[in-house]
Nanobody, 126 residues
Framework: QVQLVESGGGLVQAGGSLRLSCAAS????????MGWFRQAPGKEREFVAV????????YYTDSVKGRFTISRDNAKNTVYLQMNSLKPEDTAVYYC???????????????????WGQGTQVTVSS
C-alpha cells in the first residue's frame, strides 16, 4: 500500500514557476513509476509527466515539454514536478500517481496507476 500526499500548489502569474512535491509512504516507493496528471474544471484528467522507477526514463505531454521537469528522490520517497514558464492553460488540480505496471505504451492512461494523491490546486493568472 502506498499513500501519496501532494503539496506546493498555489497561485502564480503567467511566466512564473512552481514546484510540486509528492511524498509517498511505504518502503517500496523505489519500485513504482511515478506520474503527474492534471484536471481542469469541466475536463477529463490528463497525463502530464511520468518517471520510471529508476529515474532513467521520462515522458511528458507535448504541451509541457521544455517547461516542466519531473524528478524523484528515492531516499526521501518524494517525486517532484518543476513547472516553469507557466501559462493560464496550466491551471488545474494536479495529481500524483504511482504504479508498478506502467509501461512505455501505457503511461498516459489513468488505469495504469494503482495509487493516487488527493491533488493540489495550481492557478495561473494572466
Amino acid at each position: 500500500q502506498v499513500q501519496l500526499v501532494e503539496s506546493g500548489g498555489g497561485l502564480v502569474q503567467a511566466g512564473g514557476s512552481l514546484r510540486l512535491s509528492c511524498a509517498a509512504s511505504g518502503r517500496t516507493f523505489s519500485s513504482y513509476a511515478m506520474g503527474w496528471f492534471r484536471q481542469a474544471p469541466g475536463k477529463e484528467r490528463e497525463f502530464v509527466a511520468v518517471l520510471s522507477w529508476s529515474g532513467g526514463r521520462t515522458y511528458y505531454t507535448d504541451s509541457v515539454k521544455g517547461r516542466f521537469t519531473i524528478s524523484r528522490d528515492n531516499a526521501k520517497n518524494t517525486v517532484y514536478l518543476q513547472m516553469n514558464s507557466l501559462k493560464p492553460e496550466d491551471t488545474a488540480v494536479y495529481y500524483c500517481a504511482a504504479g508498478t505496471k506502467v509501461g512505455s505504451s501505457s503511461y498516459v492512461y489513468r488505469t495504469s496507476y494503482d495509487y493516487w494523491g488527493q491533488g493540489t490546486q495550481v492557478t495561473v493568472s494572466s
